[in-house]
């Protein structure tokens, strides 16, 4: 719990100065690995997330294959030293959980039929950990996928909103998740308003909800610009 | 001017422009695939980088990875393997290929050239082998990205042609990206440069001259002992892979 008179906002900011509706700095690099057909480093403040993308190749075990399309396989893994306190290496059910809603918040925009009875894999690897790993690796992903030349609708972008101190604010850091009274990431393709996942735990009335979702709507724009921007930047320098 | 475009851009109202790596979408063509466009009659977006999607007719570089009596399973730097049937190898009917001995015609290992036959819904890829391109005696298989071939070999096969005569080298470029080079060993090593090179710099304009003048500067450089690679370019390019 809260220590006693712990405040996340003082004076209308909060603990990292930041106003309620502002994101943390976002640094972005495409094709940072050299042995995977695409991949993305992605800074989301103190987060910092590494995605790889293989494939389209040849899906193993063969029973596995979908005869009509292409398989989605995504890999959501904290570092053991990605936190403060050493976390098990390997899969848990925190981490099994999110590697499904991450693949399943980039599967609309995949046009996977394009490469039947194939497998695409995407390994997010988060490296250093600050609250909004997830969206921090579906941002990562959705650019390491453009990268490699995976035949796309759109791209994804993604942001958390929560509720500390009886305020909503965006993209919650460590101690505001921790301490604060709910969290809610959403993941979205921007330029059609249209939302891919959204889940949240803690409490917030219907209008903070309202409030909340648009706040990382708008935030979803910035973040699809800067996602733009590094993919485009990319083959502009020359 | 090349435009560089990501997934979901805009790219026109007209439907009927269509083409490779876009998708219609209420009635309005949008780019499927981060790349370049491509604006001719069509509209195109050409990837910077994907996998091999075997198309019939194409001439393919092959690697024997299996034997499967009555088959050879052949890598073809595509997410599907394809299979080559014993009796392409035999001429005509005078001789059969007993069992357990498709090793002494082709073995693991072995590189093939060889022209697809034909694609079945089971994504199960035929082979004809073409005899006419033997790949024998020392040389060395480039992999680049298959979408940049239409590149390499340039308008009217003008890029590969001077590619050819500057460096000395025969140079076999097959559809699905590898490259097979024979020549001298420093000729060889020049002439892979040089595709590396056209490969990351694949949409600029002007390649072609500046290939040539790369080139002969290149040469006239060796000669004075300041032979460097282009060490850069090669970490940045990815899919390079020499056997």
């Known amino acids: 719990m809260k220590e006693e008179g712990l405040e996340l906002i003082k004076g209308g900011k909060r603990l990292d100065g930041r106003s309620f509706d502002e994101l943390r700095q976002i640094r972005i690099e495409v094709g940072v690995l050299k042995r995977a057909d695409g ?14 993308v293989y494939g389209p190749r040849e899906m193993h075990p063969r029973h596995a294959q979908d005869a009509k399309m292409a398989v989605l396989k995504y890999r959501y893994n904290m570092a053991p030293f990605s936190v403060d306190e050493r976390k098990r290496p390997g899969p848990d059910r925190r981490s099994v959980e999110i590697s499904k809603v991450s693949r399943e918040a980039l599967e609309p925009v995949i046009i996977k039929e394009y490469y039947p009875k194939t497998e695409i894999d995407v390994y997010v690897e988060i490296l250093q950990s600050d609250a909004g790993t997830r969206t921090a690796g579906i941002n990562a ?3 390491a996928l453009a990268d490699a030349g995976i035949p796309m609708k759109d791209l994804v972008s993604s942001v958390a909103v929560g509720k500390i101190d009886g305020e909503i604010v965006l993209d919650l850091n460590a101690v505001e998740d921790n301490y604060g009274e709910a969290d809610m990431p959403v993941a979205m393709i921007a330029r059609r308003n249209a939302i891919t996942a959204i889940q949240m735990d803690g409490c917030m009335t219907r209008s903070e909800f309202e409030k909340g979702l648009k706040m990382a709507m708008n935030a979803c724009q910035k973040i699809y610009e800067l996602q733009r921007t590094a993919l485009i930047e990319r083959y502009s320098e020359m | 001017m090349y435009k560089v475009v990501i ?3 805009f790219l026109s109202d007209d439907v009927s422009r269509a083409g490779e ?3 219609i979408e209420g009635g309005k063509v949008y780019a499927m695939r981060y790349g370049v ?3 001719k009659e069509e509209i195109k977006v050409v990837p910077f980088m994907g996998k ?3 198309t019939r007719g194409d001439v393919v ?4 990875i299996e034997i499967s009596f009555p088959y050879w399973i052949v890598d073809i730097a ?7 049937h014993m009796s392409e190898v035999t001429s005509d009917n005078e001789k059969r290929i007993e069992f357990g001995s498709m090793h002494t015609y082709l073995d693991i290992d072995d590189l093939i050239v060889a022209k697809i036959t034909n694609i079945d819904a089971l994504m199960r890829i035929d082979l004809a082998l073409m005899k006419e391109f033997q790949l024998g005696g020392t040389g060395r298989l480039i992999t680049i990205p298959y979408t940049k071939v239409p590149r390499l070999i340039g308008r009217k096969g003008s890029m590969i042609k001077m590619l050819k005569e500057k460096s000395n080298c025969f140079i076999f470029v097959a559809k699905n990206g590898r490259i097979w080079i024979r020549g001298k060993e420093e000729d060889m090593k020049l002439a892979s440069e040089v595709i590396l090179k056209i490969t990351t710099e694949a949409h600029t304009s002007g390649l072609t001259d500046r290939v040539a003048n790369f080139m002969d500067s290149h040469r006239s450089r060796m000669g004075k002992g300041e032979y460097k690679v282009m060490r850069d370019e090669r970490r940045r390019f990815r899919a390079y892979k020499r056997w």
């Open chain 2, 52 to 54: 091999y999607l075997p």
């Open chain 1, 39 to 52: 991949s993305c480093y992605f800074e989301l403040g103190d987060n910092k997330v590494i995605a790889a």
């Open chain 1, 141 to 143: 992903a959705s650019v």
């Open chain 2, 21 to 23: 790596g876009t998708y």
């Open chain 2, 61 to 64: 570089i092959g690697k024997i």
């Open chain 2, 37 to 39: 466009v491509d604006e």
């Open chain 2, 7 to 9: 997934p979901g851009d």
């Open chain 2, 78 to 84: 595509s997410p599907y393997e394809a299979r080559l």
